[in-house]
């Protein structure tokens, strides 16, 4: 048989379009943000007709969804954070975060999709949804601790304050500190948000 060569943008072969759209769409919202991306754009970029990232995703809250699932794989993570002492899980979610951010220089697409969080009601919700059900909630649900989805909430929020003041506001002393020292400063605050006892 021919291989199709419709408008869909389909490749003959075994197909990574969905992953080539997905990584096409990150850059897009690390670089231009929520508003700014739009889908023909991201086609664009995938080198595939936008009627294919429509049928893929439907709209761009859910390939931002798809994005942010992508980024931060939530099943490997949940499993990781909870594989090892319950103990050093501060470090080690502070350990995984900072690795998904990067280097200061050169940092990876979830500060781009913190950023579209925070200028846009829907990628705000998207993240926060994510954050709070995904991810660290299902970590505190499955650690069997009081009050889970507040200790999600409070781990995610020292994250995410980290992420803004290091990688996008750039405070000095956060800029210059080693991954290895702000693992350790950060820690212990987050394995009280997640282990520790109630106030």
Known sequence: MEPRTGRTGRRPGTSTT??????AAAIAF????????SMRQVAADAGVDPALVRRFFGGKEQLFSAVVTSVFQPEQAVAMLL????????????????GLLGAVDRPGPVLGLMRSAATNAHAAALIREFLANDMLGKVTRKLGVDQPELRAALAAGQLVGLAITRYAVRVDALVSSPPDELIAWMAPALQRHLTGRAP
């Open 83 to 98: 594989d090892g002492p319950r103990g050093k899980l501060g470090e080690r979610l502070a350990g995984y975060v900072l």
């Open 30 to 37: 690390s670089a231009g943000g929520y508003e700014a991306t």
């Open 18 to 23: 969905r992953e080539e759209i997905v990584a």
